[in-house]
């Protein structure tokens, strides 16, 4: 077993002034995230701790500690929201387009507790308000040459959310008997549910 290893890399880039008093400066490394340590591999290695092992931020930023590497568990929040947004919402996106070109799709809904805020009671104590939210599933069809499950996580069970997931799908959508899947299937032809 080898232990992480962590490497600092240091970019020096240097300025000068030209003779006709234009300032020249050396190119920089192109980043991932702009201003940032974050590299690649540090962002993945946070992602798999995080969602693959289930290891929260906060129990990261103690390991990161435990090896002289100072890393809040802020900056790692905010670093998964900035990664997720920039490149693994194109992954995403393309999936999707891959789900809808399927000729057989599956759809349902799971309720989610969120929570929502944390209050102090007058005796001191903390209380969690939860709320109840839906963790909207898609899967390809089992024949289909990729087998492709996305979750759309959404505040309610409205009609719109399966609707608008479902928009550019022609085919047959296997779900359960949810009222909101037989709506699209009376408004739209090219659909089946």
Not at 103 to 109: L, S
């Amino acid at each position: 077993v080898e232990p992480a290893v962590f490497t600092v890399v240091e970019h020096h880039i240097k300025v000068y002034k030209g003779r006709n008093g234009k300032i020249v400066k050396g190119r920089h490394p192109k980043e991932m995230l702009c201003n940032s340590i974050a590299t690649p591999s540090l962002t993945a290695f946070i992602m798999n701790g995080k969602y693959v092992n289930a290891v929260p931020l906060y129990r990261q930023e103690q390991e990161f500690a435990r090896n002289d590497v100072n890393i809040s568990r802020q900056v790692m929040a905010n670093w998964m929201i900035t990664t997720s947004e920039r490149y693994l919402s194109l992954v995403y996106d393309r999936l999707r387009t891959e789900i809808t070109k399927s000729r057989v799709a599956h759809a349902d809904e799971t309720p989610v507790q969120v929570n929502k805020a944390h209050t102090e009671n007058k005796d001191g104590s903390e209380e969690i308000k939860k709320k109840k939210c839906y963790m909207w599933v898609y899967k390809s069809g089992a024949f289909e040459p990729r087998r492709i499950v996305l979750y759309d996580y959404k505040s309610g069970r409205k009609g719109e959310y399966p609707e608008e997931f479902l928009r550019k799908f022609h085919g047959i959508c296997v779900s359960d008997g949810y009222q909101v899947y037989h709506t699209i299937d009376d408004e739209r032809e090219d659909i089946q549910v």
